[in-house]
Nanobody, 116 residues
Framework: QVQLVESGGALVQAGGSLRLSCAAS????????MGWSRQAPGKKRELVAI???????NYADSVKGRFTISRDNGKNILSLQMSSLKPEDTAVYYC??????????WGQGTQVTVSS
């Protein structure tokens, strides 16, 4: 079992920055890839960024150059630094962790609202 708790969501003006954090606990050795996804009202959940246990990183085209994902294995924290935020970044952001053999775990989500 893996538990994930997100924090850092807030209301921010367009052009601003925000940092999301995800604290992981439980069977951490079973985790391979971690990442962030988001879901805006009325839209499907979309992958924002992922980072593998080996440090490989991928971003959605919509956030490349603006968002940075990082993983502190010592503190068991996954972060998402978001800058140059746009109103279309408004969504609930979810942290997730894919394990080697036990599927994918999700956090409860944190709301990010970008005002124009």
């Amino acid at each position: 079992q893996v538990q994930l708790v997100e924090s850092g969501g807030a209301l921010v003006q367009a052009g601003g920055s925000l940092r999301l954090s995800c604290a992981a606990s439980g069977s951490l050795a079973s985790i391979n890839t971690m990442g962030w996804s988001r879901q805006a009202p009325g839209k499907k959940r979309e992958l924002v960024a992922i980072i593998t246990s080996g440090g490989g990183i991928n971003y959605a085209d919509s956030v490349k150059g603006r968002f940075t994902i990082s993983r502190d294995n010592g503190k068991n924290i996954l972060s998402l630094q978001m800058s140059s935020l746009k109103p279309e970044d408004t969504a609930v952001y979810y942290c997730h962790a894919a394990t080697w053999s036990a599927g994918v775990y999700w956090g409860q989500g944190t709301q990010v609202t970008v005002s124009s």
